[in-house]
């Protein structure tokens, strides 16, 4: 993949990750998913890595995942109108949070940067998110590109992502923010 078009899904709770895990897997199946690879490593320095081509994804592996350091899933899967968009889920661990960053192929998203192009994918994302909020139940989500989880649901600044979305707990739904540029990191909005 070249350039990606970033959603992070930040959780304060370290207590469920394997379950978060299943449970994005078990969405990425609704919508025709296949597991190309995993991998995931059992040291903090990042020197022994388990790799595994078109798994079986298991309650063993995903409790290794969960466990390990560092947990990559490489896997295609429907998007509304996208088929077989390409995708990366990372699992990014950090001492007081923890997140899912999903890494969705730019090309693929956004085949010509056009203002309909760009409105649809964002739309596109923003139904996605919408979706899965009532069964991931996250802290904070962001959009952008090439967006990394850096901040603790503590910390979290909305102006430094393309898309944010917050949870609005008195209203049981999320308040999206949208910034002044779009998903690809160039086009003003």
């Not at 304060?12 to 490593?41: A, G, P």
């Not at 490489?74 to 990366?88: G, K, N, P, T």
């Not at 085949?111 to 964002?122: F, I, R, V």
Request: aromatic content about 10%; some cysteine; proline content about 3%.
């Amino acid at each position: 993949m070249g350039s990606n078009i970033n959603i992070g899904l930040v959780y304060s709770d370290s207590s469920n990750i394997e379950d978060r895990i299943k449970k994005i897997l078990d969405l990425m199946k609704e919508r025709n998913s296949q597991i190309e690879f995993v991998k995931y490593c059992e040291d903090a320095d990042g020197d022994n890595w388990t790799e595994l081509d078109n798994p079986l994804v298991n309650d063993t592996i995903l409790g290794e995942i969960s466990m390990s350091f560092y947990g990559q899933i490489q896997l295609c899967f429907d998007l509304f109108q996208y088929a077989r968009l390409s995708a990366e889920i990372k699992i990014d661990k950090h001492e007081d949070y923890w997140g899912i960053l999903l890494s969705l192929d730019e090309e693929k998203l956004l085949p010509n940067y056009s203002m309909q192009t760009l409105e649809k994918a964002t739309n596109s994302i923003i139904d996605f998110i919408e979706e899965i909020y009532p069964i991931l139940k996250f802290d904070y989500a962001i959009c952008d590109h090439e967006a990394e989880i850096e901040l603790s649901p503590h910390e979290f600044k909305p102006e430094n992502y393309s898309l944010s979305f917050l949870p609005d707990l008195s209203k049981a739904s999320l308040s999206i923010r949208k910034s002044n540029w779009h998903i690809n990191g160039l086009t003003e909005r």
